[in-house]
């Protein structure tokens, strides 16, 4: 069975920067993203129809993240779903930071820290999935998707919140699943395969070029995993 690709994929005159689509988002984040309507009244975030016209790539990536890191292939067919890849990704760094017997109040603060805090666009040298995405342009163009991926992570952090804490003040659901769930095993676009492999203390991304058979150690995808989250209980929201 294929992985879940992004319904999105199909959609006309989204601006794509790199190779990456910016796509509209229902947000009350100041940002570039076109802002879609409000979710209707008595209509929870959590039960969205993807036939909504409020329906946006977020809600996709909390949809589609416990089916696809299941997948050790991905095979990326367009812009959106380089946006639900780097979505689902930045899910799997913030269920690492909420701990068993964290509160709500503290996993917000945790939360919206790891939104805000610095963070890599393609194209910088410590971006783990360049192999895969394009750098922008230009300033401009780096400057408008940092801010839009800014958009991205604040939203994602202040849904997930509300999906693992929907009982209260302690996580909703709790699973002991290995942490090896938190990543796709590997994607595949534009001719290299990307092969994600679970190493003893750290996660490294290998690489082999199309038709050279080539294997490159790239360097560890810190996006993804840390250290002292391998011994760490995977928190299943969903």
């Not at 993807?50 to 292939?73: G, H, I, K, M, W």
């Not at 799997?92 to 610095?118: F, H, I, P, W, Y």
């Not at 750290?202 to 011994?231: H, Q, W």
């Amino acid at each position: 069975m294929p992985a879940y690709h992004s319904i999105f994929l199909q959609d006309q005159d989204v601006r794509v920067i790199g190779n990456i689509a910016l796509l509209p988002l229902r947000t009350r984040t100041r940002g570039p993203a076109y802002v879609l309507p409000a979710v209707p009244p008595g209509t929870s975030d959590l039960d969205i129809d993807p036939d909504s016209e409020s329906y946006d790539a977020l809600d996709e990536v909390l949809s589609l993240f416990r089916a696809n890191t299941f997948f050790r292939n991905f095979e990326i067919k367009g812009p959106a779903d380089r946006l639900l890849i780097y979505g689902i990704l930045f899910v799997s760094e913030c269920l690492g930071k909420v701990g068993k017997t964290m509160g709500s109040r503290e996993a917000e603060k945790a939360l919206l820290n790891t939104a805000l805090d610095q963070f890599a666009i393609p194209g910088d040298a410590s971006f783990p999935l360049n192999q895969a995405y394009e750098a922008p342009r230009d300033r401009q163009d780096a400057e408008t998707l940092r801010q839009y991926l800014s958009q991205v992570r604040q939203e994602l952090a202040m849904r997930l919140l509300a999906r693992v804490y929907a009982g209260g003040n302690t996580p909703s659901k709790a699973s002991s699943t290995s942490v090896l769930v938190l990543m796709l095993g590997g994607m595949v676009a534009d001719g290299a395969v990307v092969v994600v492999e679970l190493y003893e203390k750290e996660i490294y991304g290998e690489v082999a070029l199309s038709g050279e058979g080539v294997y490159g150690r790239l360097l560890p995808l810190s996006i993804i995993i840390d250290e002292e989250l391998f011994m760490r209980t995977f928190w299943d929201p969903f």
